[in-house]
């Protein structure tokens, strides 16, 4: 089975522009996440996607924004383009919402996306 | 902020069991015990979870301390494949929320 697949998986932007990932959960999950990691630390928390709705955000600001589609598909959105923004880019997928007790609610990862802002 | 705290690095001989430290004093009794690991470039791989109980899946084993304040993920038998950044995560229990809070984790570096 497929797991969670991320396009582009490399690509180069210039300051101030737009750009778009998109990411494809593995098959059945339909909580989506994105995660940017920057060189040397862990995957910093960005958004999390549940049938189709936002249910958490982290510490990012408003030049962030992300979608989730019917079929459970992804986007993340950052504007006006800062050197700064140069990262790996992850999206997870998991089941979603499941009842108290249960721990099957396991979160995976895709190979992200680098982008490099120049 | 993390609630876990981790070694920054360590070192294993191929074909030596790894054992990896994390503390987690602060955990909460809905909190569960999540570890990953990221190779170099890649998106982090799920490893193995657990709440109290000891875990062993095909990857590795997870022992957790009695009080819970602690646990350590064990690689049976490293390889030089095994060498990446490990990430002791908490959960919370049955959550549905999918904000992983990663830490600096611990680079396990395999020798031959």
């Known amino acids: 089975d497929a797991g969670v697949t991320q396009s582009p998986t490399h690509l180069i932007k210039t300051r101030g522009q737009q750009v778009t990932l998109r990411c494809s959960p593995i098959?059945?999950?339909?909580?989506v996440s994105w995660y940017q990691q920057v060189l040397g630390q862990g995957p910093q928390f960005i958004f999390q996607y549940y049938e189709k709705e936002e249910r958490g955000r982290g510490n990012f600001p408003d030049r962030f924004s992300a979608r989730q589609f019917p079929n459970y598909s992804s986007e993340l959105n950052v504007n006006a383009l800062l050197l700064g923004d140069s990262a790996l880019y992850l999206c997870a997928s998991s089941l979603g919402e499941l009842g108290r007790g249960s721990s099957g609610n396991t979160i995976y990862f895709g190979e992200g996306s680098w982008l490099t802002v120049v | 902020d993390a609630k876990t705290t981790q070694p920054p690095s360590m070192d294993c001989a191929e074909g030596r069991a790894a054992n990896l430290p994390c503390n987690h004093s602060t955990i909460s009794g809905n909190e569960y015990v999540y570890w990953y690991r990221q190779i170099h470039s890649q998106g982090p791989q799920y490893i193995i979870h657990?709440?109290?109980n000891n875990e062993t899946n095909e990857m590795a084993s997870l022992i957790i301390t009695e009080d819970r304040k602690s646990s350590t993920l064990i690689l049976p038998h490293a390889t030089l494949r095994d060498t990446a950044v490990y990430y002791c995560?908490?959960?919370?229990?049955?959550?549905?929320?999918?904000?992983?809070?990663f830490g600096t984790g611990t680079l396990l570096a395999v020798q031959p």
């Open positions: 657990g709440l109290k």
């Open positions: 098959s059945g999950h339909k909580s």
């Open positions: 995560i908490v959960r919370p229990y049955g959550g549905a929320t999918n904000k992983l809070i």
